[in-house]
């Protein structure tokens, strides 16, 4: 596994350790698009295990400074992303927003919580990227008030052809601590699957859709 790196390795070992993701290649998940899946990923579960969550913390912070410099600003995407991005900006010393998946049907019906200012530059965070499309509509509620959001960053991203060409379409670069060939990997050498299981795994990626048909 030297063409992983120290956090890829790390952040894999502990999401497959903790059950945060299982891979079941004989037994599919089905997801609510109706895709069927060999993997299934919870990162709230992060949450429970305090020095996996500092890690991951720690690499998301760590990120976001290198990618991006100085930022004004960390929006979690609801509802995963809120948690984490709490956790960054606590870690950055920046204020926080989340962008709701709707806006509240009450009160001053907010999509934002928070205070956003126009003009600030922003990252978002989400815990997951599979197709991108509710992160970057959080994205695009941040643009609508103004802030620059200058990209995303995640936990852990499927790394599906149709999430970069989203992303890429929207104009917003974003960046994962792990995704799913660097997990498959440290999962055939650590023994949560079979190496025989690996071209079904590969195949899932670059064709989730049709992953199963004949």
Request: charged share 20%.
């Amino acid at each position: 596994m030297n063409n992983l790196n120290e956090v890829e390795q790390k952040i894999a070992e502990s999401l497959l350790q903790i059950k945060a993701i299982k891979l079941q290649p004989k037994n599919p998940f089905t997801w609510a698009s109706g895709w069927n899946s060999p993997i299934y990923c919870d990162n709230r579960i992060t949450l429970s295990h305090p020095a996996i969550r500092t890690y991951i913390r720690q690499n998301l912070s760590q990120l976001i400074q290198d990618e991006f410099g100085s930022v004004d600003m960390i929006s979690g995407v609801a509802t995963a992303g809120i948690p984490q991005g709490a956790l960054v900006a606590q870690d950055l010393g920046l204020p926080f927003t989340y962008v709701r998946s709707s806006a509240k049907g009450h009160g001053r019906q907010n999509l934002i919580e928070g205070e956003a200012v126009s003009g600030q530059r922003v990252v978002v965070i989400e815990d997951l990227i599979s197709t991108g499309k509710s992160s970057l509509q959080a994205v695009e509620a941040l643009r609508a008030v103004g802030c620059n959001v200058v990209g995303l960053v995640s936990i852990f991203t499927y790394g599906l052809d149709i999430a970069t060409k989203n992303f890429a379409d929207a104009k917003c670069p974003f960046f994962s601590l792990c995704n799913y060939d660097a997990l498959i990997k440290v999962a055939v050498t650590n023994g949560y699957v079979l190496e025989s299981d690996m071209t079904l795994l590969e195949k899932w990626r670059r064709d989730p859709e049709n992953w199963l048909a004949e």
